[in-house]
């Protein structure tokens, strides 16, 4: 359902049907409202109107509609939000598939682009985290790694907003949720993808992915060191017995606990052929459960962001 209200009370959740102004910005340009240069780039433009779908996003004064509600709170996979939410995260693994791509293959590495790419997908975690949860965590083999990467980096910054880190550091944990498993996209496909148990020497090199990862990134002087941390520490755990670098907690900085919490947490409650996908509640009791290797008061918090879902 179509409502047109005045362009000032436009706010992010809201999805965009059009804008009354003959910018060719918004020609033809239909999308739900999650970034601040958008939200500005209306409220400059000529238009005193703009047309809203409020079965797709927010209604006026930034309400849920009921259609919306029931979809979010039954926890059905289906409806006009979900799809809209299904469809950005759709369109922001085809850009980081891109730009990772890109990357290993030698190319240069836009900060630049990296960082709108992971502000957007942020502002699309803090508006829809359960639907983006439930979304991420079904993958093809094909999409893992982006999709994984997307929720990770989504997740990082949710974590590190609610643990009051400066904006800097939040917007570095989405930049690096993006990059942390680049060293995967240097696996053999056969190896990283292999259905049936892997040999010792595989495992060596899936496990050495970390390493492999930071080795390239580290060959780019405007990759910032959070970023390398993460990419290089992501598997530590704690008590020393992660990999590649067996560190232990005092030489783990915040940022990278934190990361290790979400990607733990990503990858138990994703949908994988080889094991049946965790509840967001089983994860969070079995990283409790371990705090030689987790954070408690990380896990806590990361399950408190992922409960209650901020919509305006
Ligand atoms: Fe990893």
Redesign the pocket.
Known sequence: MLVKIEKHTLRKGMFVESVDCPSREFARRRFLLRSDQDLAAILRSSATEVAINVALGLGPGGRQSESNASNTNTGVDRGPRVEAVRGAISQSAVLLRTSLGELVAGGSVDMVRLANAAEENSDLWSDSAVIALKITRLKSKDETTYLHSLAVSGMMTLLGRSLQMDDDTVRMLGVAGLL??IG?LLIPSEILSKPAQLTDAERIIIRN??EAGYQLLKTYPEVPQLVLDICRL??EVLDGSGYPLGLKQKDLSLPVQLSAVC?VFEALTSVRPYKRPWSTTEALDWMFARPHHFDRKMVIRLGSVLSDEPIS
Do not use: I, Q, R, V
């Open positions: 942390h498993d995967k992915h970390p992501h598997h990607d």
